[in-house]
């Protein structure tokens, strides 16, 4: 699978390069900063089919930054394929919707915002305060960047999870916090550049639109290589029937999305409900949670990398080693992990466009 790229750099020209070998017109939104090797970051999107159809099949990839690779892969492979539209329908891609991200090798945005807990209402004054988190916080944020600090940390987390077990501890970490800027999952005091650029795109591929569905992609959560459907339906939705009909049994329903499951406004699921409202369209879809590693380990890459990020490392062998570990917990970079997340992914695709089709 050699559509999955190995930096951003290479996963945004084998991006352009697969786009322009089918004939596709690509459009790029250009981010402020450079990447790592001083290269240029951007969003680019591109549309499959008849660019007025009035039902749209939405792919929006890297929101999480690092979690890009995959998305990436995905689509380079879809184009390299020349996957066709439905008569009726159009497919539009998206590419790397925080660049920034995935060319550093973060989870989160150049303002240290998770985008996925990033696009609340404007019009509602105040998030909601998560206590939980800030019960946590004192041994979820390290106090620098060092083994030391990392082996205190865990002693206190392990006392912890005696107490109150994992599932508070995910809860209380990823639902979303607004008081520490430098902490994980922060939500940001205002939109990001990617949250704008993610609705400005939305908004132009949407004109004309009547009915549209969306596949959002990450990896993270999950056993290796199952790639399951998370969306905000409770088990009485009507939404959560159509949804098992199309999709089938990778419906998992919002058990493993914390941030949906306490119904939290803030991520990509949130946007499109309240972009349908306003751009005059119906809205169905998801996201696509590619399992990847245990989650004790991928929680522990995150909290090292924030505190990277937060304090810097003297010690070159343990910034690497921090670098290397946080994206392998969120890109298996193995063959077989890579053909399940495709065909998978694949099949959802198929489902998504059999209900578009039949609307
Ligand atoms: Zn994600």
Known sequence: ????????????????????????EVHSKVHPLKGPEGEVLATDAVCIGDANANKVLYVTSGVHGVEGYYGSGVMVQWLREQISAP????IVLIHACNPYGFAWGRRFTEENVDLNRNFWDLNEP?????QAYADIQHFVE??????AAFEKGQLTRQRYLQEQGPEQLK???????????LGLFYVGSQPTWARLTYEALVARYTQGCEHLFFLDLHTGLGPRGYADFLHRF??????????????????????????TAQGLDGTTIGCFSRLGKQLG?????????????????????????????????ADEGLKEQIQKRLRDVFYVDADDWKQQVYEQTCDIRDGALNYLKEL
Request: charged letters at 15%.
């Open 1 to 24: 699978m050699d559509s999955f790229a190995q930096s951003y750099a290479q996963a945004r020209s084998l991006f352009l390069q697969a786009a322009a070998t089918y004939g596709l």
């Open 87 to 90: 008569a009726g329908i159009k």
């Open 126 to 130: 105040e998030q909601p305060f998560n």
């Open 142 to 147: 390290y106090t620098d960047c060092s083994s």
């Open 171 to 181: 809860i209380a970490l990823s639902g979303g916090q607004q008081q520490s800027p």
């Open 234 to 259: 409770g088990p009485d939705a009507p939404q959560l029937q159509t949804l098992q009909q199309y999709i089938g049994d990778r419906v998992l329903g919002n058990e493993r999305d914390e941030a």
């Open 281 to 313: 369209f119906s809205v169905l879809g998801g996201s696509i949670e590619c399992g990847t590693t245990p989650l004790p380990e991928t929680l522990e890459a995150l909290l090292q990398e924030a505190a990277l990020h937060r304090f810097g490392c």
